[in-house]
C-alpha cells in the first residue's frame, strides 16, 4: 500500500471516531476553571477552598484561584482576569450581593458561563449565571429561630437577644437575619435589643461582643451568632466578663464548623445550624456536567441539619470540617 493511500485510510479513520464520539477529538483538552473565593474568614471559609481544591485535583480539572480578601474590587479584578484568560468556566462566592451586573455581563459576552457558590448575588437579569449552588441562608435563620422559640417557651419575662451580623450586604447575612425575625416576630417576650456586624470574624465577634455586654450588661439572654467563628470569639468576651457563656447567655450560632462542636462539648455553646462548605465535588460535576453540554437546575441546594449541645459528643468524631 502506498504511503497515499495509507495517509488517506488514516484521515478517514480518524473522522470515523471524530463522529462516533463528538468529544473524542477534544478528550485531551482539560477544562479549565477559574474560581474566585471570597477570603481566609473563617473555619467554614478554609474547608470551603480546600474542599474546592481537592475535588479539582480529582476530577483532573485545571484550577485557577483568585483569594479576593473580602474586598469586592479584588473579586471583579480577578473574574476580569479569567475573562481575559479565556477560562472555560467560572465560579465564585460573591463578598457581598450586588455590584456584579457589570462583569457579569463582560463573562456572558465572552460565552464564559458562571456558576455562583455558597452565596447568591443581586440582579435584575438572571440569564448573567447558569446556577446557584449552596445552603438556603433564610432556611437556616428559621430554623435558629424556630429551636430558640422551642428552648425559651417555658420563661417567663422579656428574651432579650443581641445579635452578630455578618458581612454587611452579604447574603448570608441578609438571609439569616431575615430567617430568624420571620420566625421569632410570633412572640411579642423576643426581643432583639443590640444588632452589629462582626464580619464573621472570630476577632470581630469578641470585639463587638464586648461592647454589647458593656452597653447591656446581665439584661442579654441570648446570643444569635451569624456563623460559629463570631460566637467562639464572643464566648472569649462573655467569660471575660464574668459570665458563663451556654449558662447565663443561651447561644444560638451558624455553621456547625469542628470548633463549635467543641464549644459545645465543653457545655458554652448551645445550639449551631449546619452549612455545608463540602462544595468542591458537586461544583466540579456542575463544571463536567456544562461542559458537556447538559442543563443544571438554577437553583441547587445543600441538604443540611441542626445540632444542639446534647448531641455534639456523639456526631463530633463524624465531622470532616
Same mark, same amino acid.
Request: proline share 3%.
Given at each position: 500500500?502506498?504511503?497515499?493511500?495509507?495517509?488517506?485510510?488514516?484521515?478517514?479513520?480518524?473522522?470515523?471516531?471524530?463522529?462516533?464520539?463528538?468529544?473524542?477529538?477534544?478528550?485531551?483538552?482539560?477544562?479549565?476553571?477559574?474560581?474566585?473565593?471570597?477570603?481566609?474568614?473563617?473555619?467554614?471559609?478554609?474547608?470551603?477552598?480546600?474542599?474546592?481544591?481537592?475535588?479539582?485535583?480529582?476530577?483532573?480539572?485545571?484550577?485557577?484561584?483568585?483569594?479576593?480578601?473580602?474586598?469586592?474590587?479584588?473579586?471583579?479584578?480577578?473574574?476580569?482576569?479569567?475573562?481575559?484568560?479565556?477560562?472555560?468556566?467560572?465560579?465564585?462566592?460573591?463578598?457581598?450581593?450586588?455590584?456584579?451586573?457589570?462583569?457579569?455581563?463582560?463573562?456572558?459576552?465572552?460565552?464564559?458561563?458562571?456558576?455562583?457558590?455558597?452565596?447568591?448575588?443581586?440582579?435584575?437579569? @438572571?440569564?448573567?449565571? !447558569?446556577?446557584?449552588?449552596?445552603?438556603?441562608?433564610?432556611? /437556616?435563620?428559621?430554623? %435558629? +429561630?424556630?429551636?430558640? &422559640?422551642?428552648?425559651?417557651?417555658?420563661?417567663?419575662?422579656?428574651?432579650?437577644?443581641?445579635?452578630?451580623?455578618?458581612?454587611?450586604?452579604?447574603?448570608?447575612?441578609?438571609?439569616?437575619?431575615?430567617?430568624?425575625?420571620?420566625?421569632?416576630?410570633?412572640?411579642?417576650?423576643?426581643?432583639?435589643?443590640?444588632?452589629?456586624?462582626?464580619?464573621?470574624?472570630?476577632?470581630?465577634?469578641?470585639?463587638?461582643?464586648?461592647?454589647?455586654?458593656?452597653?447591656?450588661?446581665?439584661?442579654?439572654?441570648?446570643?444569635?451568632?451569624?456563623?460559629?467563628?463570631?460566637?467562639?470569639?464572643?464566648?472569649?468576651?462573655?467569660?471575660?466578663?464574668?459570665?458563663?457563656?451556654?449558662? @447565663?447567655?443561651?447561644? !444560638?450560632?451558624?455553621?456547625?464548623?469542628?470548633?463549635?462542636? /467543641?464549644?459545645?462539648? %465543653? +457545655?458554652?455553646?448551645? &445550639?449551631?445550624?449546619?452549612?455545608?462548605?463540602?462544595?468542591?465535588?458537586?461544583?466540579?460535576?456542575?463544571?463536567?456536567?456544562?461542559?458537556?453540554?447538559?442543563?443544571?437546575?438554577?437553583?441547587?441546594?445543600?441538604?443540611?441539619?441542626?445540632?444542639?449541645?446534647?448531641?455534639?459528643?456523639?456526631?463530633?468524631?463524624?465531622?470532616?470540617?
Amino acid at each position: 500500500m502506498n504511503i497515499r493511500r495509507r495517509t488517506a485510510l488514516a484521515a478517514a479513520a480518524a473522522l470515523t471516531l471524530a463522529a462516533a464520539w463528538p468529544g473524542a477529538a477534544f478528550a485531551q483538552k482539560k477544562i479549565v476553571l477559574g474560581f474566585s473565593q471570597i477570603g481566609a474568614e473563617s473555619e467554614w471559609r478554609t474547608a470551603n477552598t480546600e474542599s474546592v481544591k481537592a475535588a479539582a485535583k480529582d476530577a483532573g480539572i485545571e484550577l485557577k484561584f483568585a483569594d479576593a480578601q473580602q474586598k469586592q474590587e479584588n473579586q471583579i479584578k480577578a473574574i476580569r482576569s479569567f475573562i481575559a484568560q479565556k477560562v472555560d468556566v467560572i465560579a465564585f462566592s460573591p463578598v457581598v450581593e450586588s455590584g456584579f451586573e457589570t462583569v457579569l455581563r463582560e463573562a456572558k459576552a465572552a460565552k464564559i458561563p458562571v456558576i455562583l457558590t455558597d452565596r447568591a448575588v443581586n440582579t435584575k437579569d @438572571d440569564s448573567l449565571y !447558569v446556577t446557584f449552588m449552596g445552603s438556603d441562608f433564610l432556611e /437556616e435563620g428559621r430554623k %435558629a +429561630g424556630h429551636w430558640l &422559640v422551642d428552648k425559651m417557651k417555658d420563661q417567663k419575662g422579656e428574651v432579650n437577644i443581641v445579635e452578630l451580623q455578618g458581612t454587611v450586604g452579604s447574603a448570608p447575612a441578609i438571609d439569616r437575619k431575615k430567617g430568624f425575625e420571620e420566625v421569632i416576630k410570633a412572640d411579642p417576650r423576643f426581643k432583639v435589643i443590640r444588632s452589629q456586624t462582626g464580619d464573621f470574624t472570630r476577632a470581630k465577634g469578641k470585639e463587638v461582643m464586648e461592647a454589647f455586654l458593656k452597653a447591656e450588661g446581665k439584661k442579654i439572654n441570648v446570643l444569635y451568632a451569624h456563623n460559629d467563628d463570631m460566637a467562639i470569639g464572643a464566648i472569649q468576651a462573655i467569660e471575660e466578663a464574668g459570665l458563663k457563656p451556654g449558662k @447565663d447567655i443561651i447561644i !444560638v450560632s451558624i455553621d456547625a464548623v469542628k470548633g463549635a462542636f /467543641e464549644a459545645m462539648i %465543653a +457545655g458554652k455553646l448551645n &445550639v449551631t445550624v449546619e452549612c455545608s462548605p463540602l462544595l468542591g465535588p458537586q461544583l466540579m460535576q456542575a463544571v463536567k456536567d456544562l461542559m458537556a453540554g447538559k442543563s443544571l437546575p438554577k437553583r441547587i441546594v445543600t441538604e443540611e441539619s441542626i445540632f444542639p449541645m446534647e448531641v455534639a459528643a456523639k456526631e463530633f468524631p463524624k465531622r470532616k470540617y
